[in-house]
């Protein structure tokens, strides 16, 4: 990321969250002194003016969002589905954009002699002498030959556009931490293998693809002339990893609201989680590669060797950053069991050490945005478990809050930027490629991949579940907050304007046709999520347990069961059980009392409940039901006999982690009594709306 | 306000966010031409490089607010009343001064030429050419001579100095507005008139004796030759606004603990929360206070009158948009009822209207803090009502979290900032002197004014709780906000050096002895804080009905409760009840189906509730526990008989709200049946409990 910063990087990231305020712009090396009482009380009415206009200008986002959530609330009210809340946020964006840029007329009375001295360098704060008073000015980025004549005369439209490190510092983070936060690891877990693939693999091929295919329009268009500037096949490829990261919120929140099938949610939630973060650093080491000499747009395998380490280091580095800071967290909320009677230091807590992630990746020359994505998955599967019920909430309710305003501002505020941004360069050529090549890429990435995957799942992904992944792949905050952190160049505003047309053309278009899709893919709606794992959508029945990627996920869930959670979290087995008797006294030292007591109970909470905490209890009873009603089904349940496969028992861990009755160290081997407690179809009633609400 | 910011208002409300980052600092107007592209690099490095500094300082201060929180815990866990957080905060930020400015040395390496060049004017921006290229520089704020020389020496110091504006755009307003929201408005509102006349009455007297006070101190230096710059009367009476303005935030969380008398505790709550908004006024007024002609320091009356139009037109224009928007937000989430439905939604707006009120004041020229203020009031009164009961919690928990983080941030950084500011002017007999004079600003606040309303007050200030308020004139925030955000002249320096260790001794020593105070003067704690308003602290049972400003306040409460409340809100009795018989259509067409149902409902969420939903029913068990237990003191509080007092029904209405059972339009006359559904002793406990918590 700290590559890609070009001149914009010079701003700090408390600077980075200014407007860009252009009151107006001089540059005067001339010696004279005049009267400075009169220029004193000048400056400072100039000084009012521009914090009194600062403040409209935010007042006009602060109302373009209360617009949205009203709007928003009577969509809901009627049960719209055809334009989601970031769509909205898009559309009076622009509306609010086009009256900026041809309804108000902002008379230039402000003081524009530009009289330019030349400096050989551009230090980050610049000391002016103005008749004998020193004032500081702080560099706020580099400006284009172009954008001088603009200045003077779209003053106004300047003033509402944010500075574009404001996204990655401000607005991103707790969009994505709130991802990380409330990602439904269970069905997350399970498909771990293929989501990796997809949000690895599939972004990979997709910038390549989309990159390669980028580079034959921009020869294309060099060799009819309709190219005005330079565009190297780097910056091909920069397009193809902006445009791969892919942000399906839309969707998503139908697919909630619709109950659709939990594997296809996991699937397209958590690729769309990673793949912003690999898009992210991927980007940044397509921007780091710089062959040395002067030809520097050549081929070198040493450069290329070097941004794949920068990838390998940033990416692994920020993982494990993001994970530290969230065992840190996890380890003082267990320490400080007393901090659970007051919620209001926990909240706090945990919202500072979450914050501290983010600056410490930035301090460490990693991604932030990256680091906060694994420490707020860590949060949940640890720390989450610490908190006390109300922090529990209270944390879920305030990184919810932050989420939603930051998404519909990142949203609105690329409607308006449509009109008021103004190096747009719009060229047919280079939309109609990117329109294919982003199909290209996405199809690139999903079916291919599907294929070599179905090879070792044993739960298929079938061919409707492609379509609607392949049709899911919406482009939005990610992609937006990458393309307009740097638009110096011709080859950048261009990227930029093709952007914005990809988001809103697939926010609107396939955000908008999800149902449609949905019942086009025949794909089922209003099925218990947790029902559908038994009984496939082609009504072969199937066992839960015949899923992916269990190997790599059993070592790994062995450990964090046996180790990690009960040094972390008051849930899990007590250390005495799981370590080798040689460890005996560590394991007395490490095992916090309420593991005692969790051995001999059959209620555990387990984070796998994030985000609906009726979520397990609702499988228990679902099978049950399911049992009950349907008879024939039973041969996927095991009734009361011992589990035989322990790729079953593994998987019907993670789903009844609860009902551990017995924890023997090593790979469990429980009796299931599912029989003895159905759960009565009201309470069933009751956790789906819950699922639905969140 | 707007006129107090001398040059640093020239820097918008985004960028005043900022960190001072000297990089370096450089004015070079020479023309030379070198290789662009290897200063492209190290200009980017250098960028890089700060950018990572910045984040490492930010980290330092979330890790002191961290460390902050885990201290409190300890305290809060082994019940320590002695040191607050907000104390506890000032010693860690003073022990990260001491290693920063004298452990950590930063090696100078930085380019630091500082070529000045004179300028007849100081745009907000600047545009630079670098070698052909353009850069563009943003205002800062204005740096005296002697800063110059500081900057290459203190750059590590100077990085972690915040704009002071951040102070009043970002930390202060949440402080405000949760203060405002917070209230206990049964209790303010029985002591209106006293507080107003503490607030207003007693600030402003409070400012001129600490003016004069310190003026005499001054022309004092000047005799024995101790000054070492120019100060001014209006210096001396803005040092007397900025100090006049309370903030026993340390006291009152003692109070609430350990449950002092209820008006005590409104009456230091209600001056604190209010002199704020005075004090600040004031300043700013002092501040504009420009005799016009050369002879700009002596007394003029036109500039004397045109300060008071200033502070008359800025307060009240504060107010009433500050109620405007809390009156439209209860409107729309009166109107939008749905929105119940989705609390994330509601929340957000709540927030957004909130902050909106802000921006507005402030671009329309008002003090956005005053507004923020008494939007957050109105919100409490009547927005609050129309929330769902999630939501209510979620705002209530939102903004006590964003009140706590600002408040610690902003006491940690004044520990900091004792040893990291670098043009701090101690001067014993200033400092002496500001002591004596804080001390007899307060003396003259509290006693005359005590005095004068106990002549109208049946419900006397007794000397002890007059010693308590005078004890509980700490300073806090505001002070330090308003006094570090102009520190360019001397007079400024020694004022602000003045103010931190006020702030660092009352915070310290008042907040401190609260406990010792409180038995000292025999206050008594632990009382039930609704039983007090019947049994006086002297013993001698006296009617809590005999409360002062209640012609005042019948008027408006009767048309708040009339007309306000069933228009804004779905409690309060119909319209149709209230309006005169020839408004019945405009009345039916304003009131809302659930206010018919209220009318004949027992249950009212009066929003009198706001800190603790059990207040009510607590004042209502009370009474009838108190009765039972003591006998003999029946005689306060009627017994299913009719209320012949007038003032008596009022107060019981505002304590009793939610039994109203017939609306008559005009004043009520209700019986009360108290002794029908006596509350359980445990149910009052746990009230008390939940309370306590809050």
């Not at 498909?191 to 599939?202: D, E, P, Q, R």
């Not at 980028?214 to 096949?233: A, P």
């Not at 972390?568 to 460890?583: E, F, N, R, V, W």
Request: proline share 3%; glycine share 6%; aromatic share 12%.
């Amino acid at each position: 990321m700290d590559s890609t910063c070009k001149i914009n990087a010079a701003m700090s990231i408390w600077r980075r969250l200014s407007l860009f305020v252009l009151a107006s712009s001089l540059c005067l090396c001339l010696c004279r002194a005049e009267d400075s009482a009169m220029e004193n009380i000048v400056t400072e009415k100039k000084a009012e003016e521009s914090h009194r206009q600062d403040s409209a200008d935010l007042l006009v986002f602060i109302l373009l969002l209360t617009l949205t959530i009203l709007t928003i609330w009577l969509f809901k009210h009627r049960r719209c589905r055809f334009l989601h809340e970031t769509g909205l946020a898009m559309i009076y964006g622009l509306l609010v954009g086009v009256v900026l840029r041809y309804a108000i007329h902002v008379p230039s009375d402000m003081n524009n002699v530009t009289l330019s001295c030349n400096v050989n360098a551009s230090p980050a704060t610049l000391l002016v002498n103005v008749s004998g008073k020193f004032y500081e000015y702080t560099l706020k980025g580099e400006i284009s030959g172009s954008e001088i004549n603009d200045i003077q005369d779209n003053e106004m439209l300047r003033k509402v556009t944010f500075d574009p490190e404001v996204f990655f510092n401000i607005l991103l983070p707790p969009i994505i931490f709130h991802a990380g936060y409330s990602l439904k690891r269970r069905h997350f877990f399970r498909n771990l293998g293929s989501i990796l693939a997809y949000a690895f693999v599939g972004t990979v091929v997709s910038c390549f693809i989309i990159g390669l295919f980028m580079y034959g329009c921009v020869l294309l268009m060099k060799q009819i002339g309709h190219l005005g500037g330079d565009f190297f096949f780097t910056d091909c490829l920069f397009f193809g990893a902006i445009v791969s990261a892919t942000d399906p919120v839309t969707v998503l929140a139908i697919f909630n609201e619709l109950q659709v099938d939990a594997d296809l949610y996991a699937l397209l939630f958590g690729e769309s989680v990673l793949n912003d973060a690999v898009a992210l650093v991927l980007s940044s080491s397509i921007v780091a590669y710089q062959p040395e000499g002067d030809n520097t747009h050549t081929f070198e395998a040493m450069a290329m060797l070097k941004s794949f380490g920068i990838f390998l280091g940033v990416f692994s580095g920020s993982f494990a950053l993001g994970g530290a800071t969230g065992v840190v967290t996890a380890l003082i909320s267990f320490n400080f069991t007393k901090l659970r009677e007051l919620p209001l230091l926990e909240t706090a807590l945990f919202f500072l050490m979450s914050w501290s992630t983010f600056l410490l990746a930035e301090a460490c020359g990693f991604t932030g945005v990256v680091a906060v994505l694994f420490c707020g998955m860590t949060q949940a599967h640890y720390t989450f478990n610490n908190l006390s019920p109300e922090s529990q909430d209270r944390t879920k309710q305030l990184f919810e809050l932050l989420n939603f305003l930051a998404e519909n501002f990142i949203f609105s505020y690329m409607g308006l930027t449509l009109f008021t941004f103004h190096n747009h360069v719009f060229n047919p050529i280079f939309i109609v490629g990117a329109f294919l090549a982003v199909f290209l890429g996405r199809a690139a990435n999903i079916y291919p991949l599907s294929f070599l995957l179905n090879l070792s799942r044993r739960n298929k992904i079938t061919s409707n579940f492609q379509h609607m992944m392949m049709f899911a792949g919406l482009r939005g905050a990610m992609t937006f907050a990458l393309s307009i952190r740097d638009t110096a160049t011709y080859a950048r505003q261009m990227m930029f304007s093709t952007t914005l047309l990809v988001v809103f053309f697939t926010v609107w278009i396939c955000g908008g046709g999800t149902t449609q899709m949905l019942s086009c893919q025949k794909i089922r709606v209003g099925v218990d999520t947790d029902l559908e794992n038994f009984i496939g959508p082609d009504g072969v029945e199937r066992s839960s347990t015949k899923q992916e990627s269990a190997w790599l996920f059993r070592i790994w869930y062995n450990f964090d069961h046996n180790y990690l959670k009960p040094i972390l979290t008051h849930s899990g087995p007590p250390l005495t059980a799981t370590l080798p008797a040689c460890c005996g006294p560590l394991a007395r030292c490490l095992t916090s009392p309420q593991a005692y007591e969790n051995e001999g109970q059959l209620k555990d909470s387990d984070s796998d409940l994030i985000l609906n905490d009726g979520d397990i209890s609702l499988t228990y009873g679902d099978i049950t039901v399911s049992t009950d009603a349907t008879g024939a089904h039973t041969s996927g349940t095991p009734v009361g006999g011992v589990a035989v496969n322990s790729d079953e028992a593994l998987d019907r861990e993670l789903a009844f982690s609860d009902h551990e009755l017995v924890i023997r160290g090593t790979r469990l081997v429980l009796p299931m009594d599912d029989s003895e407690h159905p759960l009565p179809l009201d309470s069933r009633r009751h956790w789906h709306k819950n699922e639905t609400m969140s």
